[in-house]
């Protein structure tokens, strides 16, 4: 019980720097979801397009004209005005009818269109358009000759339109909302215990609290438990804080089978933190270096193992680089986690490989604990 008022005393000077964690995790979870887009639905999009006809408004070249105003936002402007629209984004696509376009085709040759585009995803949308419109009627000028039979033809085929159906049942919304808190998670939790842990570790391994311990009545075995067991205890309450707080920030989703999984994940990564932080908390004892110590484990490894920026976008060999650390196989399974269609022991595999590896982790720096631990009884 002295161990554990003990304990107390000194996390109550750690409650700061726990609330600014917390906040963080808060505030970069909040910033994220806001950037993801509340849709499940398949939208189409209508590029804006300038149509500047030089040949005869009638005849397949009307029926050119009409097919591009009906799938996109016609903009009236003048030609001196076309390239700054494009440099300023005001339109995406701009179309040169040439003229004798209409003689070419009822000639048998194959028309041809000058375009200029602002190269972004609207003006590859037009690009479609137009390249749809023209392979069509390449392919049927080659065997009709009536223009009005060859108008029709290609009326017919283009009005074919495919109906896009989102079969996907998964709430992609959410589940990329609570991936993105577990994930920032990996910091807060992290930071969290190595800072705590690492300043109570550093005030009872204080040689003159060394000393009194050993001349106390208190044995060293339940000295050592008691103390494994309120960072335990400390532990498992920050883990249930941030539980909770997802719980706030993201509803119903935590409670799916998803959201358990990811929690289990949670417990499992806390549980490595617990270790990592008893680890450091026996190598270094001295109070001045553990800020350094929390921004180059929890902030680091949070940047390498993409708990900041997804390891998409991340170079291969910072992404190999993190493959040693347990935070990348915890930010894994999150991510595996939000695109599971299924759930089931074929679809988990991957999931418990990550499992599997942070509990290697944990076995392999309780090993380094004791042999820390033994080495400075030895010298002590």
Known sequence: MIVFKAFLSVLKKCKGPIIIFTIMLVLFGALNFS?????????????DVVIVNEDVEDGITKSFIDYIEQRSEIVDISNDEISDALFYRNVNYVIYIPKGFRDDVINGKEPNVLVKSTGDYNASLANMMVNRYMKVLNLYNYYVEDE????????????KEVEVQVTSKLDTYNLSKMSTYFNFMN???LA?????????LSSFYNDKIRKRTVVSSIRYKSFNRYLLLSNGLFAFVLWALYIILS???????VFSLHGLICIVNSLIFTLVSLVIALLIGNLINNKNAINGIVNVV???SSFICGAFVPVEFMPDFVVNLGKVLPSYYFINTNNIIKSLEEINLNSLKPVFINFGIMFVFIVLFVILINVIS?????FA
Do not use: C, H, W
């Not at 969290?192 to 690492?198: A, E, Q, R, T």
């Not at 719980?247 to 989703?253: W, Y």
């Not at 033994?374 to 030895?378: E, G, I, L, P, Q």
């Open 298 to 300: 929890a902030l680091g």
């Open 192 to 200: 969290g215990l190595v800072y705590v842990i690492s300043l109570v």
């Open 247 to 253: 719980v706030i920030l993201l509803g119903d989703i």
């Open 374 to 378: 033994k080495s400075k009884r030895k």
């Open 187 to 189: 910091y807060s939790i």
């Open 148 to 159: 009005e039979e060859l108008i029709s033809l290609i009326k017919g085929t283009l009005e």
């Open 35 to 47: 950037n993801n887009s509340n849709s499940l639905d398949f939208t189409s999009v209508k590029p």
